[in-house]
């Protein structure tokens, strides 16, 4: 989301999922779920920087843990690509309290990990590589392994099930369609008609000229569609968590993949498309989709029926951040969904 953080104030001045679910029980004391006695981690909070290897040389990824559990630890992809982990802090809010372990990462480029300058780095099969190095330098497998993948970690999330998925114990994609022509088109047919037209012409002269530093271009999207898709919530009222990474978003891994801003995507990512490959993932899966999301919530619910073991949860009034504008019904899904593959309880 290109420059985003720092245009809200401007935006502000200028413009003056299912059914609700009981969080289950946690299936650990709280005492166990926070002995970190024995862990390696002990001294820097959780915090492990993990040497990651590429062709362009060894670099360092940061990583965080939050608790303790043998059979549930949820690996989180951020979205972007090139955002931080830092919009997804929500996640203190509930996994704690359902007793599950989980870890947030920042993937290479970001800003918490190393930022080498080395644009062949910025392709999605060596981020799935990556992806399995941090897993197995965090000792995560099958037994255990949860993947939830959020926008460009969702799409992240389905290559590395695709190559990997023998490591899975159970994938979450979140707020992201299998296929980017198909969400490109959603972008131009529904969502774009829906806009104000005049505001919508205006965006559109500016990317024409490429004129993406322009402020008024961020100053016409923030109300004409980001707190429409992306976040619905006045910008004034947008968590902390979500400004400082937008702040931080690296536009030298995000503008090359995904263009420059979440209207569509116009990056080397464009002609991704990996709907006919759902079948081979045979994991415990859940999608989530959203009304008001930039992605089609109808093509993310048949994504649910096209891969082999998939339950979907819809956020009747959410967006692309539906963990913030529907947030209960968000984690009450994802929360069961964790304890249903962890019981055996999964059904679709």
Known sequence: ?????????????????????????????????????????????????????????????????????????????????????????????????????????????????????EPDLWELPRFVEEVDQVRTALKLDPRNFYLLGQSWGGMLAIEYALKYQQNLKGLVISNMVSSIPGYNEYAKNVLMPAMDQKALAEIKKLEAAGQYSNPRYMELLIPNFYVEHILRMPPDQWPDGVNRAFKRLNEKVYVPMQGPSEMGASGKLVNWDRTADLAKITVPTLTIGAKYDTMDPAQMEKMASLVKRGRYLYCPNGSHMAMYDDQKVYFDGVVKFVHDVDRGKFRP
């Open 1 to 117: 989301m290109k420059r985003l953080a720092g245009m809200v104030s401007l935006a502000i001045a200028t413009s003056a999922c299912g059914a609700n679910t009981a969080t289950p029980p946690r299936s650990s004391s709280s005492e166990s779920y926070l002995d970190y006695s024995g862990r390696d981690d002990v001294l820097t909070g959780g915090v492990k920087m993990i040497p990651i290897n590429t062709p362009k040389g060894t670099f360092k990824v940061w990583t965080k843990r939050t608790g303790n559990s043998p059979t549930m630890k949820v690996l989180l992809l951020h979205g972007g690509p090139g955002a931080t982990h830092e919009y997804m802090e929500a996640f203190d809010s509930y996994f704690p309290q359902a007793s599950i372990e989980y870890y947030y990462y920042d993937q290479l480029g970001s800003a918490f990990s190393d930022q080498p300058d």
